[in-house]
Every structure is written in structure tokens, then in C-alpha cells.
């Protein structure tokens, strides 16, 4: 059973250029979470998507922002990217409600120069 | 104040000890408690999870909560170099599907 795949593994992104980060979470999941890494803040939740709809956001402001597909594949997008920025970007999915835990993929290194 | 603290370590022990690890958390309404283990360049991967409080035991792996003092600890017995990872603690509210992490604690062990 494949795992949660999130593409690219890796990137380098010039101040105040926008990205997008793709993932797919495992088949029959429906509920894709996103979370950003840093060292010294941890895993900061941005956002959870459950059937095309973002059911529940986190403290990050609106330059980031994420959409769902109907086959439950999800990207999210950050605009006028900053230095502080760079981090590892998480996506996890679960079935539905992740009482138990989510699956996580093995995240997209952004690099923000 | 972060919802939830954790000693980011770094930790260093020879094999074959018992390791501890340790989260304090201020909401009291918190009512799943997980512990994951990330290595280098992955994701965090699930290690254990537990209700409320309670212990929960799998293998060399012993999952602690104690709610009245809003602490959660993981056990490692006969701690192997293949445990070196960093472990994360997290928790989450009996409704919504947001987890709040520990910043997570280092752990080496040594051959």
C-alpha cells in the first residue's frame, strides 16, 4: 500500500516568488493535514482538507492557503515567499478523523533565499 | 507559552539503557496523547498512542499520561542505535483533527 507522497522532496525559492507543494495522501483517505517544520518552533499546523472542503485552519497568515481535489490529492500554495518560510512542509493523511494519529509523508525542504 | 513543552535534548546513551522522554502540556482538555519517531530527511511515523491516562506497553516501548499533572512520558527499554531519531510527542482535543507537537527531543544512542 503506497504511503503519503508529497512532491518535490526539495526547493530553492527566491524571496517574494509563490510555490506549490503537492501530496497525495493514501488511497481512501480523505483527510489531508498540512503542517510546517522549523527547528525551533516544531510542527505548526496549517491547515486540514476533508472532501475539497478546509475544515479547520491554523495561526499562519494568507499567504498560505491549500486546496483539495476530489480525489482527495492535495496542494497547498505559499505567495510572496520569506526567509523565514523556509522549513520542512509536512502533509499527513487520514481516513477521517485522526483520533489515533495521521501518516505522514516525508515532507518538501523549502529553501527560501 | 506553547500548549505543549518538550526538553529538545540532545539526548546521548549507551546501548541498552533505558531512555525517558518527557511532555508537559497546559490544556487540560487534551484527550489523545501519540508519540511519533522521525529520522533524518522522513516524516514522523506513528510509535504509540494512548487514551486519556493510563499506560500503554508495546515491546521495548512504554507510553505514560498522567493527567492531573498534564504529563506524558515514552519509556525506551534496551534502547538500540537503530532508536537514534527524534521523538516527538503530540495530543489532541476530543473533537476537531488538529494535533498540537512537541518541538521533540534528540536521542543518540550510542553502540
Known amino acids: 500500500k503506497a504511503g503519503v507522497t508529497q512532491t518535490p522532496r526539495y526547493l530553492i525559492k527566491t524571496r517574494g516568488q509563490q510555490v506549490t507543494l503537492s501530496c497525495s495522501p493514501i488511497s481512501g483517505h480523505r483527510s489531508v493535514s498540512w503542517y510546517q517544520q522549523t527547528p525551533g518552533q516544531g510542527l505548526q499546523f496549517l491547515f486540514e482538507?476533508?472532501?475539497?472542503?478546509?475544515?479547520n485552519k491554523g495561526n499562519f497568515p494568507g499567504r498560505f492557503s491549500g486546496r483539495q481535489f476530489s480525489n482527495s490529492r492535495s496542494e497547498m500554495n505559499v505567495s510572496t515567499l520569506e526567509l523565514g518560510d523556509s522549513a520542512l512542509y509536512l502533509c499527513a493523511s487520514s481516513l477521517g478523523t485522526a483520533r489515533y494519529g495521521y501518516t505522514f509523508g516525508s515532507g518538501t525542504r523549502l529553501t527560501v533565499v | 507559552q506553547k500548549e505543549v513543552e518538550q526538553d529538545p535534548g540532545p539526548l546521548s546513551v549507551p546501548e541498552g539503557a533505558i531512555v525517558s522522554l518527557n511532555c508537559t502540556y497546559s490544556?487540560?482538555?487534551?484527550?489523545?496523547f501519540m508519540w511519533y519517531r522521525q529520522y533524518s530527511r522522513k516524516g514522523p511515523e506513528l510509535l504509540m498512542y494512548?487514551?486519556?491516562?493510563g499506560n500503554k506497553e508495546d515491546g521495548r516501548f512504554t507510553a505514560q499520561v498522567d493527567k492531573s499533572s498534564k504529563y506524558i512520558s515514552l519509556f525506551i527499554r534496551d534502547s538500540q542505535p537503530s532508536d537514534s531519531a527524534t521523538y516527538l510527542c503530540?495530543?489532541?482535543?476530543?473533537?476537531?483533527?488538529?494535533?498540537?507537537f512537541g518541538t521533540g527531543t534528540s536521542l543518540t544512542v550510542i553502540p
Open positions: 503530540a495530543m489532541r482535543l476530543n473533537t476537531g483533527n488538529q494535533f498540537y
Open positions: 494512548t487514551y486519556s491516562s
Open positions: 490544556n487540560s482538555a487534551f484527550q489523545y
Open positions: 482538507y476533508f472532501s475539497e472542503t478546509q475544515r
